[in-house]
């Protein structure tokens, strides 16, 4: 077996970050605009001011919020080390390749609703889930293809390891099986 290099990707908290001072000053201009709004009933301004509102209870706590997610692949070690830092710490997860059962594109979202997120689920021994590259701002989250290159390229990584079955595999498998 090809040893293969060490794969590491960190999200953009660059644009993390750009993107909720975005919310919060159009909540400020909506807030500003829409301020003298009559009290008879529900109307466009009321509508606006509330609108302001709400874009800046979502924003200002992101400000806080905004951090760097960094995502290790290393075969060496065959783990991948999950590392999240904000303003108010820092948390470390290791995940064995042993604990890995399974892995697949995810989405968050639908059609109806606007644009679809996609990351990477890995499914562990305890059956869990666990999202990797999950849009918390990694570049391409919007692009399903970006996605399923990330899965097949872990899926590469993973596929040497003993207890891990590839898609191909289950899929004979269950062929097998009828």
């Known amino acids: 077996m090809t040893v293969m290099d060490t ?7 660059g644009k993390q970050t750009l993107l909720t001072w975005a919310i919060v ?23 606006g001011f509330l609108l302001g509102i709400l874009l800046l209870v ?20 065959c783990q991948i080390i999950v590392e999240d830092s904000s303003r108010f710490g820092a948390k ?21 609703e606007g644009s679809i997120s996609y990351y990477v689920a890995v499914k562990l021994t305890s059956g ?10 990694y570049d391409g989250r919007w692009d399903e293809s970006v996605a399923e290159s990330r899965c097949r390229r872990l899926e590469e990584y993973l596929r040497g390891h003993s207890g891990f079955i590839t898609h191909a595999q289950m899929r004979a498998n269950e062929e097998n099986k009828t």
């Open 7 to 13: 794969w590491k990707i960190e999200s953009n908290p």
């Open 25 to 47: 000053v159009v909540g400020l201009i909506l807030v500003y605009g829409f301020r003298d709004f009559d009290g008879s009933g529900f109307t466009n301004s009321l509508a």
């Open 58 to 77: 979502i924003g200002v706590p992101g400000l806080f919020k905004v951090g760097k997610q960094s995502i290790t692949v290393d075969p060496k070690a």
């Open 92 to 112: 470390k997860r290791i995940i064995p390749f042993s604990e890995i059962t399974d892995l697949c594109v995810s989405s968050l979202g639908n059609r109806s």
């Open 128 to 137: 869990k889930d666990y999202p990797l590259f999950f849009p918390s701002y």
